[in-house]
């Protein structure tokens, strides 16, 4: 860090702070300018720079590094690609997600998987066990709606991609999931967050409905940190004053995600606009921006979901969109949906 001690800051407090700052472990390179003094910190020890912030002198605190590390493109400078059978996300290839809100019936999932599969998903993404604002809404259906979202996924050559709401919750979503959602509600679940650190299989990780990328990150290093290398990010909108949409949907979350981070980062327009009219339109900005794949709501029935069905597509609208983004992709080198997935049977 680098801290810049006031214009008129004495040669005590100065002293002072070089002092605090070799207590802590730190060294420290002293600059002094015809105005003002710099101090230069380096040093294995990560210090809180509101400890420095407060002592006598000091003018500002500037961080160089982040903190985060092992989510860092310092740390890794290289694209992470979390492979989900033969899918990879992080790659070349946009790996578009889609599927309910929530399963809800056997007919529903299967119906719906049908459809996102011809147009070019390559997972099935699906509820179970649903955070809802209210606890009166539909929870979703537990592990009847698993299997129903496992079922569906295989029939149709997907992988499926579901949430995790609680720890305990763990075992039986990877019974049925091949990737691990975990919501925007839950971003800061630290106890959860630690628990999939030890898990196999891959995370999703939505961005908190609050959160700064710079939380957002430190949540992924609780998982990485862990030892579990494969973590997705997941932008699906953020609280502002804004209330002609049910969130804001932050695309440049994507190039500056891109910047800091190596982790691949997918968007959800669905939950970043909240209606259908607009995902179409947000979903073909995050491609442009940069997202490794994209995360869909979309129901054979939306008008008689149970979860969120005012921003589900209709099947006929994401097949449409899918026909945009394949024009889109390439114009910025990636690809989209070249190959059909292979069933699950044969992973
Ligand atoms: C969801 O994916 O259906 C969901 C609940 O998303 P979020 O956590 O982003 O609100
Ligand atoms: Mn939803």
Avoid at 7 to 25: F, K, N, Q, T, W
Avoid at 111 to 139: C, D, E, M, N
Wanted: net charge neutral.
């Amino acid at each position: 860090m680098v801290v810049v001690m006031k214009e008129r800051a004495s040669e005590g407090e100065i002293d002072a702070v070089i002092a605090r700052l070799i207590d802590l472990g730190m060294d420290v390179h002293r600059s002094s300018g015809a105005t003002r003094t710099v101090l230069g910190v380096v040093g294995a020890q990560k210090v809180d720079p509101q400890l420095v912030a407060i002592l006598d002198g000091v003018h500002e605190v500037l961080r160089i590094s982040e903190p985060y590390k092992r989510a860092s493109r310092s740390f890794k400078p290289t694209d992470t690609v979390v492979s989900v059978g033969d899918v990879r996300i992080g790659g070349d290839e946009v790996v578009v997600m889609s599927g309910p809100c929530s399963a809800e019936t056997d007919e529903q999932v299967m119906a719906t998987a049908a459809a996102v599969k011809r147009a070019g998903a390559k997972i099935l993404r699906g509820g179970a066990f649903k955070p809802r604002s209210s606890p009166y809404s539909f929870q979703g259906l537990g592990e009847p709606g698993l299997q129903m979202l496992r079922r569906a996924a295989d029939v149709h050559g997907l992988a499926v991609v579901s949430e995790v709401m609680d720890a305990a919750q763990i075992e039986l979503v990877g019974r049925y999931a091949d990737i691990y959602q975990v919501g925007a509600r839950n971003m800061q679940n630290y106890t959860l967050l630690r628990e999939l650190g030890h898990a196999r299989k891959p995370v999703l990780l939505k961005r908190g409905i609050a959160a700064t990328i710079e939380e957002w990150l430190l949540s992924a290093e609780y998982i990485l940190a862990g030892g579990n290398p494969d973590v997705i990010l997941c932008e699906r909108g953020i609280r502002t004053f804004e209330t002609a949409t049910r969130n804001t949907f932050d695309v440049s979350a994507i190039p500056v995600v891109k910047k800091l981070s190596h982790l691949p980062i997918v968007a959800d327009p669905s939950h970043g606009a909240g209606r259908r009219d607009m995902v179409a339109a947000m979903a073909r900005a995050a491609v442009a921006a940069g997202a490794d794949g994209l995360m869909i709501e979309v129901h054979i029935d939306p008008d008689h979901a149970l979860s969120d069905g005012a921003q589900s597509m209709y099947p006929e609208q994401f097949e449409q969109v899918m026909r945009e983004l394949r024009i889109i992709a390439p114009a910025i080198g990636r690809t989209i949906c070249v190959a059909p997935a292979p069933a699950m049977k044969d992973r």
